[in-house]
């Protein structure tokens, strides 16, 4: 792989780059959207079997803050009653839709990036081929090359330069479309939460009406 590396060029680097920095976006996605960091399967129902007497401790609530993304909706509900025990089922709705953007916001952090990279790889592996093509063919029309002398050039070295500089393309494709893959993998992935989210949220804003005094 080194001596590829070597052949294509220093407009590889930056593709080495991006490939390091896809591959930790990837890797940190996959550790922070695991359903136990964002959406237990039962924390709703746990949520409401708690508060079924009333509204729990602030240490309770702290608690379900801290246990996941979903938890700090959860929690919203919770702080807004505190604060506010009369509260109307239409505030209490517009509290956990604001916790559920900022929820959503932060499922979807890097994503940006990580399309960024599937978009622009290609590109920057596009721009290494043109760069070694230009090479090339500037060294066949100098002195004693294609052009200049009769017979002069070597057609061996020409197609050699040619996949040399290709390998900058290949690398760009090795790049972008895992990039792609894992950006449209994880895009599905948040999509499907915030519709859970959104749909359990409606159950526990009817639970919270009851709780209030």
Known sequence: MFPIIQAAGWPI????????????????????????????????????????????????????EQNSVFGEVLASGFKTLHDN?????????????GAGRMAGARLQRYLGALATIASAAPLLGLLGTVIGMIDIFGSQGSDGGMGTVPGGGNPAQLAHGISVALYNTAFGLMVAIP???????????????????????????????????
Not at 85 to 97: G, K, M
Not at 187 to 210: K, N
Request: glycine share 4%.
């Open 179 to 213: 990039s792609l893959i894992f950006w449209r993998y994880f895009r599905a992935r948040v999509d499907d939460y915030l519709l859970a989210m959104e749909i359990a949220s409606e159950r526990f804003v009817r639970h919270l009406s009851g709780l209030r005094r």
């Open 85 to 97: 025990p009369r509260a109307t089922e239409e505030e209490l709705r517009a509290v956990l839709e």
């Open 13 to 64: 680097w930056p593709l080495i780059i991006c490939s390091v920095i896809a591959l930790a976006l990837v890797l940190e996605r996959f550790v922070n959207l695991k359903s136990g960091k964002v959406l237990p399967p039962q924390l709703l129902d746990e949520a409401i079997m708690v508060s079924r007497a009333g509204i729990p401790s602030p240490d309770v609530v702290t608690q379900l």
